[in-house]
């Protein structure tokens, strides 16, 4: 399996079992949703729906793949996608923080583009 086709797998891996694991603990009105592009290498969770009093609609993650690295462009989970990435033996070279400007990242262990 080639290094992208690697990434690909994971990260899918990861965000459905992110999905399943809170999908039984959103509210009754909200749907926790998995949307995988693997053309243009984009891959969200997000929830959708209405409380009583508002429309519910936010990401929690979102990954894509681009000049062959992960850019986590979101992510709104308590420990990170990256040390889930770096768990299953992503390289930090290979991982982007993309949710911190270009100028933060260089502060960072992982990648800066």
Known sequence: MDKL???RSLIKKILTE???LF???SPENVEMLLAFDEQRDQYLWFQVGWTSEERIKG???HIRLKNAKIYI???WTEEGIATELLREGV???DIVLAFHDPETR???EFAIA
């Open 5 to 7: 086709e690697h990434y």
């Open 91 to 93: 390289p930090k070279e």
């Open 59 to 61: 990401i929690s993650v």
């Open 18 to 20: 992110y999905h399943q």
């Open 23 to 25: 999908s039984s603990a």
């Open 106 to 108: 260089k502060f960072t």
């Open 73 to 75: 462009e979101e992510d």
